[in-house]
């Protein structure tokens, strides 16, 4: 029954900029650790960011320093900052609660994700 919705995606330029927006349904939004995940054609989805309730930020690597997660508990709202884009995070991207040391999905359902496209 909850549902997440992915927004702000779109076609940019390297090193281009874009804000990606979730907003999760769920009155237990302010107790969640919230995470972004990508998916590349042709490879498997992966961890992206998180932030705890709290406001601790966890990134993959390869996107530190570009990438900035922030969150509005009175929206229901986190947020993907993406600078310096590269055609590499060429994705489509999605957010979910995170859970465990990976960082793994809490939800067994996934919304439609936003489309990041990085191309010349």
């Known amino acids: 029954q909850v549902q997440l919705v992915e927004s702000g995606g779109g076609l940019v330029q390297p090193g281009g900029s874009l804000r990606l927006s979730c907003v999760a349904s769920t009155s237990r939004f302010n107790i969640y650790a919230m995470g972004w995940y990508r998916q590349a054609p042709g490879k498997q989805r992966e961890f992206v960011a998180r932030i705890t309730a709290g406001g601790v930020t966890n990134y993959l690597d390869s996107v530190k320093g570009r990438f900035t997660i922030s969150r509005d508990n009175a929206k229901n709202t986190v947020y993907l900052q993406m600078n310096s884009l590269e055609p590499e995070d060429t994705a489509v991207y999605y957010c979910?609660?995170?859970?465990?040391?990976?960082?793994?999905?809490?939800?067994?359902?996934w919304g439609q994700g936003t489309q990041v496209t990085v191309s010349s």
């Open positions: 979910n609660p995170t859970q465990g040391s990976r960082y793994e999905p809490l939800f067994g359902s």
